[in-house]
C-alpha cells in the first residue's frame, strides 16, 4: 500500500498540526525498508513530539535500529487525517524521560489516563517497563518511503 507523500520540514512548526490530535501514526522502518504503522498516543512540547510503548514491542526495537520514522495525525483507529512528517526518534531515560511524561501527560485528567494504562497492563502480566520516546523533525525529509498499514 502506498503511504502518502513525507512532508519537507523547513521550520519549527513542523508538528503544529499533531498539537491538535492525541493521536499520530508512528510509522518504523523493518531492515528491508518496508514501514510498519502503529497508532500512538501523543504529545507535543517545544517543537518536539513524545510517545510512549512498553520496551518489549516491534517498534522499540525497529526503533534501535533504524531510528528514522514518519508521524502523522490519525484517529484512534490509525486513519491518517493530515500530513506525514519524518521525523528522528530517541528514547529518552531520566530527567528527558519526565519531561517527555510532561507533555504526554501535562493534565491530570491526561496523566490519570495514561496512569490507567500502565496499570491495566500491570494487571495483565506486562513484565516489561514502559519507555518514553522523542521526536524530533527531520528538515529536508527524503522522498516517501513504502508503509505498509
Known amino acids: 500500500m502506498n503511504a502518502p507523500m513525507v512532508q519537507a520540514v523547513t521550520d519549527d512548526t513542523a508538528f503544529a498540526t499533531l498539537s ?12 528491508d525498508g518496508c514501514g510498519v504503522a502503529t497508532p500512538v498516543g501523543i504529545g507535543i512540547a ?17 526503533i534501535a535500529r533504524d531510528p528514522e520514522v514518519a508521524l502523522a495525525p490519525c484517529t484512534y483507529r490509525g486513519r491518517v487525517t ?19 511524561r510532561a507533555a504526554l501527560y501535562g493534565t491530570i485528567w491526561r496523566r ?9 497492563a500491570r494487571l495483565s502480566g506486562a513484565k516489561d517497563r ?10 529536508d525529509a527524503p522522498a516517501q518511503r513504502e508503509s505498509r498499514r
Do not use: C, H, N
Not at 21 to 31: I, K, S
Not at 46 to 62: H, S
Not at 83 to 100: C, F, H, P, Q, S
Not at 112 to 120: K, S
Open 82 to 100: 493530515g500530513t506525514v512528517i519524518a521525523g528522528m526518534a530517541r528514547r529518552l531515560e531520566g530527567d528527558e524521560a519526565e519531561r517527555g
Open 20 to 31: 491538535v490530535a492525541r493521536t499520530a501514526l508512528l510509522t518504523t522502518f523493518r531492515r
Open 130 to 139: 514502559w519507555v518514553i520516546y522523542e521526536v524530533s523533525p527531520i528538515p
Open 112 to 120: 490519570l489516563f495514561g496512569q490507567l494504562w500502565v496499570l491495566i
Open 46 to 62: 517545544d517543537g518536539k513530539a513524545y510517545f510512549t510503548t512498553r520496551e518489549g514491542t516491534g517498534k522499540v526495537k525497529r
